[in-house]
């Protein structure tokens, strides 16, 4: 084995070493954003040789910045839903009472232009 075969090999593994590493960190980022696996192989490969240029960490940063965003805003609409259903329930069930205690709105204003 010639010295630049050498040379080329052990530089070669140590390419190859970082890249894995680079991978695996992006698996890792990209499962919190994408949530399906073989998206997540597919893509991690890609966002490890472009982690290369600059500026390419703003873009994984503005990714997960927005995942954010959206995980709030789901929380949010998910907590608003929970809220509206319950208010419901509870107009109704007030509006049962009511009716069974012979004051619901009809009743009211019926006795009410009654008397004038």
């Given amino acids: ?56 960490d703003k873009i994984v940063e503005l990714l997960e910045t927005k995942e954010r965003q959206l995980e709030s805003h789901l929380e949010t609409n998910w907590t608003n839903q929970e809220s509206g259903t319950e208010d419901t329930t509870l107009d109704q069930e007030q509006e049962e009472e009511n009716e069974e205690a012979g004051l619901s709105a009809e009743a009211i204003l019926k006795e009410q232009f009654k008397e004038h």
Avoid: C, R, W
Avoid at 24 to 35: D, N, R, W
């Fill in 1 to 56: 084995m010639s010295l630049y075969d050498k040379l080329t090999k052990g530089f070669s593994g140590k390419k190859t070493k970082t890249n894995e590493d680079s991978v695996a960190k992006f698996k890792e980022q990209l499962s919190g954003i994408l949530y399906d696996e073989e998206l997540v192989d597919e893509f991690a490969p890609i966002f490890a040789k472009l982690s290369q240029h600059e500026g390419f």
